[in-house]
Protein backbone atom coordinates (compact mmCIF):
# COMPACT_ATOMS: atom_id res chain seq x y z
CA UNK A 1 0.00 0.00 0.00
CA UNK A 2 2.82 2.34 0.33
CA UNK A 3 4.82 1.56 -2.88
CA UNK A 4 4.83 4.21 -5.71
CA UNK A 5 1.60 3.16 -7.52
CA UNK A 6 1.24 1.28 -10.52
CA UNK A 7 -1.49 -0.82 -12.47
CA UNK A 8 -1.58 -3.58 -9.07
CA UNK A 9 -3.00 -0.42 -7.16
CA UNK A 10 -6.07 -1.76 -7.35
CA UNK A 11 -6.25 -5.58 -5.95
CA UNK A 12 -3.79 -4.23 -3.70
CA UNK A 13 -6.26 -2.12 -2.23
CA UNK A 14 -9.33 -4.79 -2.48
CA UNK A 15 -6.79 -7.31 -0.33
CA UNK A 16 -6.43 -4.00 1.94
CA UNK A 17 -10.18 -3.70 2.42
CA UNK A 18 -10.77 -7.40 2.72
CA UNK A 19 -7.76 -7.44 5.80
CA UNK A 20 -9.54 -4.52 7.30
CA UNK A 21 -13.34 -5.39 6.89
CA UNK A 22 -12.21 -9.02 8.77
CA UNK A 23 -10.01 -7.23 11.68
CA UNK A 24 -11.26 -3.79 12.21
CA UNK A 25 -14.71 -4.17 10.59
CA UNK A 26 -15.93 -0.53 12.10
CA UNK A 27 -13.06 1.06 10.34
CA UNK A 28 -13.81 -0.59 6.78
CA UNK A 29 -16.91 1.46 5.68
CA UNK A 30 -15.01 4.43 5.36
CA UNK A 31 -11.98 3.41 4.33
CA UNK A 32 -14.04 1.88 1.14
CA UNK A 33 -15.43 5.37 0.44
CA UNK A 34 -12.09 6.92 0.35
CA UNK A 35 -10.51 3.63 -1.51
CA UNK A 36 -13.53 4.21 -4.28
CA UNK A 37 -12.76 7.92 -4.32
CA UNK A 38 -9.02 7.29 -4.95
CA UNK A 39 -9.72 4.52 -7.55
CA UNK A 40 -11.31 7.01 -9.70
CA UNK A 41 -7.78 8.88 -9.86
CA UNK A 42 -6.00 7.94 -13.16
CA UNK A 43 -2.42 6.00 -12.58
CA UNK A 44 -0.81 9.17 -13.27
CA UNK A 45 -2.63 11.15 -10.79
CA UNK A 46 -2.14 8.54 -8.25
CA UNK A 47 1.26 9.02 -8.61
CA UNK A 48 1.00 12.48 -8.53
CA UNK A 49 -0.72 12.48 -5.10
CA UNK A 50 1.87 9.72 -3.79
CA UNK A 51 4.56 11.90 -4.71
CA UNK A 52 3.28 15.41 -2.80
CA UNK A 53 2.25 13.45 0.68
CA UNK A 54 6.06 11.18 0.49
CA UNK A 55 7.99 13.09 -1.69
CA UNK A 56 7.87 16.89 -3.02
CA UNK A 57 7.13 19.09 -0.36
CA UNK A 58 6.26 15.79 1.27
CA UNK A 59 3.64 15.53 4.26
CA UNK A 60 6.34 13.18 5.90
CA UNK A 61 8.56 10.70 4.35
CA UNK A 62 8.42 6.85 4.22
CA UNK A 63 11.94 6.32 5.79
CA UNK A 64 11.51 5.40 8.89
CA UNK A 65 15.22 5.62 9.64
CA UNK A 66 15.12 9.62 8.73
CA UNK A 67 11.85 9.99 10.16
CA UNK A 68 13.64 8.96 13.57
CA UNK A 69 17.21 10.32 13.01
CA UNK A 70 17.01 12.80 10.75
CA UNK A 71 20.67 12.95 8.78
CA UNK A 72 22.24 11.78 12.03
CA UNK A 73 25.06 9.43 11.90
CA UNK A 74 22.05 6.69 13.63
CA UNK A 75 20.64 6.72 10.69
CA UNK A 76 23.73 5.30 8.72
CA UNK A 77 23.81 2.78 11.65
CA UNK A 78 20.36 1.46 11.26
CA UNK A 79 20.68 1.30 7.21
CA UNK A 80 23.46 -0.95 7.59
CA UNK A 81 22.22 -3.48 10.45
CA UNK A 82 19.14 -3.30 8.06
CA UNK A 83 20.91 -4.01 5.33
CA UNK A 84 22.49 -7.26 6.80
CA UNK A 85 18.67 -8.46 7.88
CA UNK A 86 17.44 -7.75 4.64
CA UNK A 87 20.29 -10.21 2.88
CA UNK A 88 19.85 -12.70 5.67
CA UNK A 89 15.64 -12.57 4.38
CA UNK A 90 16.43 -12.61 1.05
CA UNK A 91 14.79 -9.04 0.67
CA UNK A 92 15.71 -7.25 -2.44
CA UNK A 93 15.19 -3.77 -1.73
CA UNK A 94 14.69 -2.99 -5.34
CA UNK A 95 15.58 1.17 -5.61
CA UNK A 96 15.16 2.16 -2.03
CA UNK A 97 16.84 2.12 1.03
CA UNK A 98 16.51 -0.44 3.60
CA UNK A 99 14.71 1.68 5.90
CA UNK A 100 11.92 2.07 3.21
CA UNK A 101 8.73 1.52 5.02
CA UNK A 102 7.48 -1.28 2.26
CA UNK A 103 10.69 -3.08 2.78
CA UNK A 104 10.71 -2.57 6.84
CA UNK A 105 7.46 -4.20 6.63
CA UNK A 106 8.29 -6.66 4.55
CA UNK A 107 10.92 -7.63 6.75
CA UNK A 108 8.96 -7.76 9.32
CA UNK A 109 6.24 -10.40 7.43
CA UNK A 110 9.96 -12.87 6.45
CA UNK A 111 12.40 -12.14 9.63
CA UNK A 112 12.57 -15.51 11.57
CA UNK A 113 14.20 -13.87 14.33
CA UNK A 114 11.20 -13.16 16.89
CA UNK A 115 13.41 -10.96 19.26
CA UNK A 116 14.82 -9.08 16.44
CA UNK A 117 10.80 -8.71 15.06
CA UNK A 118 9.84 -7.43 18.31
CA UNK A 119 12.93 -4.70 18.27
CA UNK A 120 12.19 -4.06 15.32
CA UNK A 121 8.83 -3.58 15.41
CA UNK A 122 8.24 -1.67 18.71
CA UNK A 123 11.24 0.67 19.00
CA UNK A 124 11.48 1.46 15.78
CA UNK A 125 8.77 0.99 13.66
CA UNK A 126 5.44 2.28 15.85
CA UNK A 127 6.88 4.92 16.99
CA UNK A 128 7.92 6.11 13.26
CA UNK A 129 4.40 5.59 12.23
CA UNK A 130 3.16 7.56 15.15
CA UNK A 131 5.17 10.35 14.16
CA UNK A 132 4.35 10.20 10.71
CA UNK A 133 0.61 10.78 11.14
CA UNK A 134 1.60 14.14 13.52
CA UNK A 135 2.16 15.00 10.32
CA UNK A 136 -1.45 14.91 9.13
CA UNK A 137 -2.88 16.43 12.25
CA UNK A 138 -4.13 19.54 10.38
CA UNK A 139 -5.20 17.60 7.39
CA UNK A 140 -9.07 15.98 8.42
CA UNK A 141 -9.08 13.07 5.34
CA UNK A 142 -6.21 11.48 3.30
CA UNK A 143 -6.21 8.59 1.82
CA UNK A 144 -2.26 8.03 3.31
CA UNK A 145 -3.25 9.15 6.30
CA UNK A 146 -6.15 6.41 6.72
CA UNK A 147 -3.74 3.60 5.72
CA UNK A 148 -0.79 5.31 8.16
CA UNK A 149 -3.91 5.03 10.94
CA UNK A 150 -4.75 1.39 10.07
CA UNK A 151 -1.00 0.34 10.13
CA UNK A 152 -0.55 1.74 13.59
CA UNK A 153 -3.22 -0.22 15.19
CA UNK A 154 -1.96 -3.88 13.53
CA UNK A 155 1.67 -2.62 14.45
CA UNK A 156 0.10 -1.56 18.26
CA UNK A 157 -1.77 -4.97 18.58
CA UNK A 158 1.53 -7.32 17.28
CA UNK A 159 4.48 -5.42 19.23
CA UNK A 160 3.13 -4.39 22.48
CA UNK A 161 6.64 -4.29 23.52
CA UNK A 162 6.59 -6.88 26.50
CA UNK A 163 9.81 -6.93 27.50
CA UNK A 164 10.79 -3.88 25.76
CA UNK A 165 8.98 -1.01 27.74
CA UNK A 166 12.55 0.74 28.45
CA UNK A 167 12.76 1.84 25.48
CA UNK A 168 9.85 3.34 24.04
CA UNK A 169 9.51 6.82 23.15
CA UNK A 170 8.69 9.36 25.71
CA UNK A 171 5.37 10.81 24.91
CA UNK A 172 6.53 14.64 24.67
CA UNK A 173 8.36 13.39 21.29
CA UNK A 174 4.91 13.22 19.35
CA UNK A 175 3.49 16.96 20.40
CA UNK A 176 4.33 17.64 16.90
CA UNK A 177 6.98 20.52 17.21
CA UNK A 178 10.01 18.23 16.81
CA UNK A 179 11.47 17.59 12.74
CA UNK A 180 12.45 14.32 14.43
CA UNK A 181 11.96 11.94 16.47
CA UNK A 182 15.68 11.53 17.33
CA UNK A 183 15.53 8.49 20.50
CA UNK A 184 16.90 8.10 23.19
CA UNK A 185 20.62 6.64 23.13
CA UNK A 186 19.06 3.30 23.90
CA UNK A 187 16.90 2.99 20.75
CA UNK A 188 19.13 1.55 18.41
CA UNK A 189 18.28 -1.64 16.77
CA UNK A 190 20.76 -5.01 15.69
CA UNK A 191 23.31 -3.43 17.29
CA UNK A 192 21.53 -3.26 20.94
CA UNK A 193 20.43 -7.08 20.92
CA UNK A 194 18.13 -6.16 23.89
CA UNK A 195 17.05 -9.20 23.46
CA UNK A 196 19.94 -10.62 25.32
CA UNK A 197 20.13 -8.22 27.84
CA UNK A 198 16.40 -9.08 28.47
CA UNK A 199 17.75 -13.14 28.99
CA UNK A 200 20.90 -12.50 30.82
Known amino acids: MFRYPDEHNVE ?3 EFLKLCAREFPEKAYSLKQLFTDHSL ?35 AQLLVNLQNEHKKTGIDCGSELGDHLPNVLTLLSKTTDPDFADELGFILTTPAIRFMLTRF ?10 ILEVL ?8 DGKGLKEYAM ?31
Open 152 to 159: YVFLQRDF
Open 12 to 14: YSE
Open 170 to 200: PEEVFNGDRDFVMSSPKSVICDSFCHKHKTN
Open 41 to 75: LTIREQQEYYLKTFDVQAICYLDIGYVLFGEDYKR
Open 137 to 146: KNIPTHYYKE
